[in-house]
């Protein structure tokens, strides 16, 4: 319970390194450090929405003495990662940030047989090497330079559980809470703390384009998720990092699958966490069952899908 032992954190004079800091969740979480008094570097790749987004942090400025900068860089690889992470140390006398968060990353849903050799791989790239290259890259320059620091992933609640449509995001997400747990154990000898945010839908353009391609099952079965808007996902993750959560949740129904998926992750309040415990192992298995039943339902009609789409898919009754 480690609200009892810790000070809750400021970002206030901090400085702070935001991935996908142009729009969606990663935005708003650059306008919310920025309020508190922090010091925000953004790095994202499309340079017309990075000026649209310092033009948001200058308005969210609350000391003349605040540095934002905004930097356009592809950090899918390595040398990506090392570059960006580069050109936002340079503005800052060569030193790390005092605290990452890595927003970036994308989901592209389809059906699993309908998905190409790209779309899979691309969706390792999107859903984790995205976070985890950054995250390589400044563990090694903070333990080089001998500095604490905070490394913040963003997962999202299906990287607690999944179903039809995200074969190719929902492994990356959980890819990254397997990193996120082994860091934190390991980073320890560092001081450097390890934090993963799981959010649930957000209504952001990355939103938007995802329901392009989305299977209807899939927004059928999300029809239920009230969603967050991405400011309310912004306040939701820094009050986890201020309370020292090591899994952060921003809606109840999260909340239920980590308290009863978290693994050794440390848990938020003991009799909290107990009370949701016992609600989902009640709660979550009449989901799943009626998920199934959803998925079930649909097959007519997925089957009808593969053959106009042209998926050689054989008559079962000839």
Not at 285 to 293: E, G, H, I, L, Q
């Amino acid at each position: 319970m480690s609200f009892f032992s810790r000070n809750k954190w400021n970002p206030a004079s901090k400085h702070c390194y935001v991935t996908g800091g142009s729009a969606g969740l990663g935005l708003s979480l650059a306008v919310l450090l920025a309020s508190h008094g922090a010091h925000v570097s953004i790095v994202a790749r499309d340079t017309s929405k990075l000026d649209d987004a310092l033009n948001k942090l200058e308005k969210a400025r609350v000391s003349e003495d605040q540095i934002f900068r905004s930097h356009s860089f592809s950090i899918g690889t390595a040398e990506g990662a090392n570059a960006a992470l580069k050109a936002v140390t340079d503005e800052h006398g060569g030193l790390t940030p005092d605290a990452v968060f890595m927003c970036a990353g994308k989901s592209t849903p389809k059906f699993f047989v309908e998905m190409s050799e790209q779309d899979l791989t691309e969706g390792m790239t999107d859903g984790y090497w995205v976070q985890a290259w950054t995250a390589w890259a400044v563990t090694r320059k903070t333990v080089e330079q001998q500095r604490k620091g905070k490394l913040c992933f963003v997962s999202s609640t299906v990287g607690y559980m999944s179903f039809v449509g995200y074969a190719s995001y929902s492994p990356g997400k959980h890819a990254l809470r397997g990193l996120a747990d082994t860091l934190r154990s390991e980073l320890i000898l560092y001081d450097i703390d390890v934090h993963i945010f799981f959010p649930t839908t957000m209504f952001t353009p990355g939103y938007e384009e995802e329901n392009k391609t989305k299977p209807k099952i899939t927004l059928k079965i999300e029809e239920a998720d009230s969603g967050l808007q991405p400011e309310q996902a912004a306040a939701g993750l820094l009050k986890g990092i201020q309370n020292g959560h090591t899994h952060i949740t921003a809606d109840l129904i999260t909340d239920l699958f980590r308290s009863s998926t978290r693994g050794s992750a440390p848990g938020h309040n003991f009799f909290y966490d107990s009370l949701l415990n016992g609600i989902a192992m009640v709660a979550v298995p009449f989901w799943r069952s009626s998920v199934d039943s959803l998925v079930r339902k649909h097959r007519p009609e997925h089957e009808q899908h593969l053959r106009e789409r042209g998926f050689p898919i054989q008559d079962p009754s000839k």
